[in-house]
């Protein structure tokens, strides 16, 4: 991991880029295999599953009677931890229940707004690296909760190994209604313009790696997309209170995500900086993703600042999806905070409580997207449908404003349809 001490302003930009600068082969080869699941359909998502996942599939969506085998698998301790997960991401999303709005806005102009959750919504649920069935909770919780009709998971099966029981078991409790053995830019491709066996969706939720990430952006004028959500970063600011074994011990779970991941620490302290260095090469070895964390470590940094108004600035050009403020006062530094997915704050606050089972959803944007995304809530599951009443009077009052408006827009017609009911006798 490279060290870089009060770097100038001029190299921000450089330093504020990710692992995975937009790459125009995986652009190519996403819209290829885009235009082949729109031609052939199930046929090609056969050929990309043989391709891509070196399995064989016969029948896309996951009987019922695999389910249960799936169910059955998972251990008690992990049925307890989704459980408590799944009471907490419940709650939380709850809690974002919009309400109505009802509001006169002048004597007989009654305007209303009420959500509304979105009718057919599919979920993509990781399954390369590691099978993240915490991803289930945090896409059909929300989903459930919103009320959506049609809630379908696609996650892809790799070699002979049947889906993991996890993301069956999560799925089964979360309410899923069809589960398809089925991963990468064509599952998204698949959900987006539907094929024979997959149906089409309203809009597709979920993160995943940068074929992923870029089948979303790419299919996003077919189908509603939550964001871009993909490899995983995280952003670490810490100043002499913060304790270097567990500012290690966080960077260091995100770039097991995969090599594409990238962790940031930035702090006012050169001591900081070289203790976290060394808790790092101290602490991966004792972890078992070897390739992931070497890879993502490649592309990571520990950056000291001059100051604390510096590092505010530099947090807020890189947006990251994660922010982990290990401050004095953290709850005044968040206030600086403009852009990032989710901010953990603290000593006592590891990404891992947010990735797994504090509450909040993990599905956030990476890539500096934080800067006009948020993560997925509630409100990604709904719509907002406006309602207004006017009455004659309510008309009458407004009719003068349309009226200019209209005739100065050079639209006689949007007048007329004012002028017919104000100068009608009925
Ligand atoms: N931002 C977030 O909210 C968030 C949350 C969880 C996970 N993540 C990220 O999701 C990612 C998961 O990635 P993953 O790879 O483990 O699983 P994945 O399910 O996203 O991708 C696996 C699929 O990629 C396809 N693929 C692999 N190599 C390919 C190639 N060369 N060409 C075309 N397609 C190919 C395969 O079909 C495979 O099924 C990680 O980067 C992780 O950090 C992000
Ligand atoms: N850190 C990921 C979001 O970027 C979410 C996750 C799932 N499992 C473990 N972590
Ligand atoms: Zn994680």
Redesign the pocket.
Known sequence: MDTYINPPRAEWPRLTERNIPDDPAVDK??SG?IADVRLRGDEALRN??LR??HTEISCFEVSEAEIAEGCAKVSDGVKAAISLAKENITRFHSAQRPTDVDVMTMPGVRCVQKPVAIDRVGL???????P?FS?VLMLACPARIAGCKEIILC??Q?GNRPIAPEILYAAAVCGIDRIYRI?????IAAMALGTESIPKVDKIFG??????TKAKQQLSATVAIDMP????EVLVMADDSANPTFIAADLLS?AE??P??QAILVCTSERIASETQAEISRLSKKLSREDSVAGSLSHSRLIVMDGRDDMIDFVNAYAP?HLIISMKSPWTVAQEIRAA?SVFIGNYSPESAGDYASGTN?????SAWARAYS?VNLDSFMRKITYQELTREGLGLLAPAITAMAEAEGLDAHALAVSVRTQSDT
Request: aromatic share 6%; no cysteine.
């Open positions: 080869a996403v295999i990309m599953a891509f996942d993509y649920i990781p399954g390369g690296r590691a993240l991803t996650t892809p790799s991963g990468g830019a064509q599952a993160p995943g790696n940068r074929y992923v959500a993909g490899p995983s995100q995500h995969g594409d991941s999806e997915g993990h599905t956030l944007p990476t993560g």
